[in-house]
């Protein structure tokens, strides 16, 4: 009898081990990274999510609110713009933010997705009047720590 409960209990733990593991390697694949509080914009709040598929792509999301619209920056510009540092590279332009906002919500929202075959150190979004720009301005709106 307590050979079926002692074997009972070590299945129990089997599986709880197993759950565990996938849980993490679940979770490995995936970094949600928070955008650091911005002195141009301190009002704005956001996160990005880094996902690594199954090719080794990197999917990048960007969700942003309470984000000012570009031209009520100053000075004021045209778009913002996605940049990514990858390891020792210069900044690279990775497209434009797509924002929202409607008569109905005072909240100004903001989102991006990409995908990279490269994996994000950094990500910051600048302020452009030229959406193709290869330089990164002065204008800093949000960035990330280090990944």
Not at 55 to 60: A, K, L, P, Q, Y
Request: aromatic share 8%.
């Amino acid at each position: 009898m307590k050979t079926i409960d002692v074997n009972s209990f070590i299945k129990n733990v089997f599986r709880g081990l197993l759950a565990i593991g996938l849980l993490f390697s679940f979770s490995a694949c995936s970094q949600k990274v928070s955008f650091l509080t911005s002195s141009v914009v301190p009002a704005a709040q956001g996160y990005v999510k880094v996902d690594k598929d199954d090719n080794n792509n990197h999917t990048i999301h960007i969700e942003i609110t309470n984000l000012a619209e570009v031209s009520r920056l100053q000075p004021p510009n045209q778009t913002y713009v996605v940049w990514m540092v990858t390891g020792q590279e210069m900044p690279q332009n990775i497209g434009q933010l797509d924002s929202s906002s409607s008569t109905f919500s005072k909240t100004l929202k903001a989102s991006f997705k990409t995908i990279s075959s490269s994996k994000p150190n950094k990500i910051f979004i600048t302020a452009e009047d030229d959406p193709s720009t290869q330089y990164a301005s002065r204008q800093v709106v949000l960035s990330t720590n280090t990944f």
